[in-house]
Antibody, heavy 119, light 106 residues
Framework: QVQLQESGPGLVKPSETLSLTCTVS????????WSWVRQTPGKGLEWIGY???????DHNPSLKNRVTISMDTSRNQFSLRLTSVTAADTAVYYC?????????????WGQGTLVIVSS | DIQLTQSPSLLSASVGDRVTITCRAS??????LAWYQQKPGQAPKRLIY???TLQSGVPSRFSGSGSGTEFTLTISSLQPEDFATYYC?????????FGGGTKVEI
């Protein structure tokens, strides 16, 4: 059974960088696409970006170029960095796995981690 | 970006009711659509993918249909554990987008 677990600071100051890591167990990160998704009461569910096992990435243009997603195959982890955060980046952040079929719906989700942006 | 509009946003129903939720896409998404269920304090859980394929382990009272720009999620007989918020997601193009959600309440 694949499991995903987010980790990282729950509080980030405005203008600083949000950094989260997703640890994958029960399966290798060296396959599938992996994404970050966030959820806010106001904007609902928002896809942030993905990384593929070959290192290719893409991100939501709405986040401008503030997003970096990377992976560490030796640790079976992938990570999110979001720079220049504001209060609007306060959200629950989820890491997810893309299903290998159907163009990649999200078949496994982490439990989510709340990140608050505040001074 | 493909916009997904779900209706209704809030649905009041009773145990045993047949419930239908609609998801309309701003562009043709073929059958590249998934449905998720989210309960308070939990991550979303995939129910249906490919517009109509039921996730393994999901009760058969859930079904999905549609293609192109109009999709539906139907719960044939609402059970107490089905009170939750439901989201659609399009998989036709990036950025992946979600509907605004439909909360099913008693």
């Amino acid at each position: 059974q694949v499991q995903l677990q987010e980790s990282g600071p729950g509080l980030v100051k405005p203008s600083e960088t949000l950094s989260l890591t997703c640890t994958v167990s029960g399966g290798s990160i060296s396959s599938h696409f992996w994404s970050w998704v966030r959820q806010t009461p106001g904007k609902g569910l928002e896809w942030i970006g993905y990384i593929y096992s070959n290192g290719n990435t893409d991100h939501n243009p709405s986040l401008k170029n503030r997003v970096t997603i990377s992976m560490d195959t030796s640790r079976n982890q992938f990570s999110l960095r979001l720079t220049s955060v504001t209060a609007a980046d306060t959200a629950v952040y989820y890491c997810v796995r893309h299903y290998a079929g159907d163009r990649g719906s999200f078949d496994y989700w982490g439990q989510g981690t709340l990140v608050i942006v505040s001074s | 970006d493909i916009q997904l509009t779900q209706s209704p946003s809030l649905l009041s129903a009773s145990v045993g009711d047949r419930v239908t939720i609609t998801c309309r896409a701003s562009q043709d998404t073929s059958t590249y659509l998934a449905w998720y269920q989210q309960k308070p304090g939990q991550a979303p859980k995939r129910l249906i993918y490919g517009a109509s394929t039921l996730q393994s382990g999901v009760p058969s009272r859930f079904s999905g249909s549609g293609s192109g720009t109009e999709f539906t999620l139907t719960i044939s007989s609402l059970q107490p554990e089905d009170f939750a918020t439901y989201y659609c997601q399009q998989l036709n193009s990036y950025p992946r987008t979600f509907g605004g959600g439909t909360k099913v309440e008693i």
